[in-house]
């Protein structure tokens, strides 16, 4: 079992950063693939971004590239995702996700289903 804390948010103005974090507990978090995912308000989860249990391979939402970058540190358990030139249409809440054992492709990793563990979601705001 995997436990997953997700913090960072909050409100920002468009065109600022914001880092959210996100902490694992429990079974081994090097060996899982991480994610992020956001629920817009009134919308379904999306996905945001995803990188493999070793680091080198991320995938990207077109409407995040370029902008946002998903990272990891081993040693501490804990992953990041570092959103720049924030957007008013950026705001949602955030879940980390751990697990999507066998992926290697951005349509496996986007799945929400290939996901065994979230965290409890952190609001960010993004104004105008």
């Known amino acids: 079992q995997v436990q997953l804390v997700d913090s960072g948010g909050g409100l920002v103005q468009a065109g600022g950063s914001l880092r959210l974090s996100c902490a694992a507990s429990?079974?081994?978090?090097?060996?899982?693939?991480m994610a992020w995912f956001r629920q817009p308000p009134g919308k379904e989860r999306e996905f945001v971004a995803a990188i493999s249990w070793n680091g080198r391979s991320t995938y990207y939402a077109d409407s995040v590239k370029g902008r946002f970058t998903i990272s990891r540190d081993n040693a501490k358990n804990t992953k990041y995702l570092q959103m720049n030139s924030l957007k008013p249409e950026d705001t949602a809440v955030y879940y980390c996700?751990?697990?999507?054992?066998?992926?290697?492709?951005?349509?496996?990793?986007?799945?929400?289903?290939?996901?065994?563990?979230w965290g409890q979601g952190t609001q960010v705001t993004v104004s105008s």
């Open positions: 996700a751990a697990g999507a054992p066998g992926c290697s492709d951005y349509g496996c990793y986007a799945a929400m289903g290939r996901w065994n563990y």
């Open positions: 429990g079974r081994s978090f090097v060996s899982y693939a």
